[in-house]
């Protein structure tokens, strides 16, 4: 399976943006982008998710880097509601597995 | 809309006991189903995963066994505890492997 690297651990301030990155060097064609998160002593809940095109939605922004080899999660201001894990998966278009590393934990200050 | 409802949310049971968790999903159809583990301050740890009635795939030999009875129907068992299988239990959902939505875990501790 091909594998993703994330910082320990971010600290942003309220209101300010979060850029976490996530490198996967050994990406292959077909491996789609996830990325989840975690609040303490809940289950995970999905944030986006890509394969070439950088993506946005309500909760953030992925983008892409054009050899694919890495990406960056943006949440655009950050709320003391979005300390958590935050994981970065690469799912094979043919896979119906998300293995889950030890993601980034991201800290909030008021 | 689709649901997921996972029980009990927690459960203290003595090495050496049974256990069972069962885990229903509402509102779809056919969905894949998966069983994850999270020991305190660990990551998760896909457990089993099933495309369909009765196909149980294990990622990890363990204590732990899984079945899916039922289409929207899948159940943790094990025949007896081991202290190591104390943890947090996340039931999630699927359409073909996209977005997984997980449920509200349960919250084991085997004593």
């Known amino acids: 399976d091909a594998k993703t690297t994330q910082p320990n651990s971010m600290e942003s301030n309220e209101e300010e943006p979060v850029h976490l990155p996530c490198n996967h060097s050994?990406?292959?064609?077909?491996?789609?982008i996830h990325w989840y998160r975690q609040l303490p002593s809940q289950g995970p809940e999905y944030v986006i998710h890509?394969?070439?095109s950088n993506v946005n939605n309500r909760m953030a922004s992925l983008a892409i880097a054009e050899d694919r080899k890495s990406s960056t999660l943006i949440l655009h201001r950050a709320t003391l509601r979005d300390a958590a894990v935050y994981y970065c998966i690469l799912r094979a278009s043919n896979d119906y597995k998300l293995s889950f590393g030890a993601g980034t934990t991201v800290t909030v200050r008021a | 809309s689709q649901t997921i409802h996972q029980w009990p949310a927690t459960l203290v049971q003595p090495v050496g006991s049974p256990l069972s968790l069962e885990c229903t999903v509402e509102?779809?159809?056919?969905?894949?189903l998966y069983w994850y583990r999270q020991a305190a301050g660990r990551g998760l740890q896909l457990l089993f995963y099933?495309?369909?009635?009765?196909?149980i795939s294990s990622e990890v030999p363990q204590n732990l066994s899984a079945s899916r009875p039922q289409d929207r129907q899948f159940i943790l068992s094990s025949k007896k505890l081991l202290l190591s299988d104390s943890g947090f239990y996340l039931c999630?959902?699927?359409?073909?492997?996209?977005?997984?939505?997980f449920g509200s875990g349960t919250q084991l501790s085997v004593l």
């Open positions: 050994t990406i292959s064609g077909t491996d789609y």
């Open positions: 890509g394969l070439t």
């Open positions: 509102g779809t159809s056919n969905p894949n």
């Open positions: 999630a959902w699927s359409v073909l492997g996209e977005k997984l939505f």
């Open positions: 099933s495309v369909g009635i009765g196909q």
